[in-house]
């Protein structure tokens, strides 16, 4: 059964960069889009980009200029940068598969991401 | 980018149907089959529960049936239980390659 786990730093200073990485197990990486999603506590979903195994990416226009999203094949896993976090940016940060078309069909548990001086 | 508008909460007894409305524009809901359902229960990832308008994942229940006119689209629930109340978030392909959320709707169950 596939699972999605995110991991990285919980705790950021404004200005720093945000880093996460989403590792998959128990399933293939091939054949899908990859994605990151936040959710700001107490608030909506919001998208924020994702990848294909090919490094082919789609980014949030609202986010694009802060964001890079990269994947490891070797190690089943891709990779969240968010440069110039604000407090805006906390969040708890979703990784999710995207099979076609645009859906999220599987969700990971979520990493919590707080911006705080 | 802006989100989808949905109704913040709705509230249904038991048995009843209710429905949840997502208006967009032609630029996503309008001009896309892509027009998706989640589910979220508290501290819990969302849950898919519908996919291009109006197709089910296996496993979720017929009771879920979404539709489609114009800009907005919508999500159906019949026969309501007490396990249906929860966050509702519906998502759309925008174009050019992007997704858009709703901003959410609490359904609470009488």
């Known amino acids: 059964q596939v699972q999605l786990q995110e991991w990285g730093a919980g705790l950021l200073k404004p200005s720093e960069t945000l880093s996460l990485t989403c590792v998959v197990y128990?399933?293939?990486?091939?054949?899908?889009?990859w994605s990151w999603i936040r959710q700001p506590p107490g608030k909506g979903l919001e998208w924020i980009g994702e990848?294909?195994?090919?490094?082919?990416?789609n980014y949030n226009p609202s986010l694009k200029s802060r964001v890079t999203i990269s994947v490891d094949t070797s190690k089943n896993q891709f990779s969240l940068k968010l440069n110039s976090v604000t407090a805006a940016d906390t969040a708890l940060y979703y990784c999710?598969?995207?099979?076609?078309?645009?859906?999220?069909?599987?969700w990971g548990r979520g990493s919590l991401v707080t911006v705080s001086s | 980018q802006s989100a989808l508008t949905q109704p913040a909460s709705v509230s249904g007894s038991p048995g009843q149907s209710i429905t949840i409305s997502c208006t967009g524009t032609?630029?996503?809901?309008?001009?896309?089959?892509?027009i998706f359902w989640y589910q979220q229960h508290p501290d819990k990832a969302p849950r898919l529960i519908i996919y291009?308008?109006?197709d089910r994942p296996s496993g979720v229940s017929s009771r879920f049936s979404g539709s489609k006119s114009g800009n907005t689209a919508s999500l159906t629930i019949s026969a309501l239980q007490a396990e249906d109340e929860a966050d509702y978030y519906c998502?759309?392909?925008?174009?050019?390659?992007?997704?858009?959320f709703g901003g959410g709707t609490k359904l609470t169950v009488l």
């Open positions: 999710a598969r995207v099979p076609p078309y645009w859906y999220f069909d599987l």
């Open positions: 128990g399933g293939s990486f091939s054949g899908y889009y």
């Open positions: 998502s759309s392909y925008r174009n050019i390659n992007t997704v858009v």
């Open positions: 032609s630029s996503d809901i309008g001009s896309s089959s892509y």
């Open positions: 990848i294909h195994q090919s490094g082919s990416t």
């Open positions: 291009d308008v109006s």
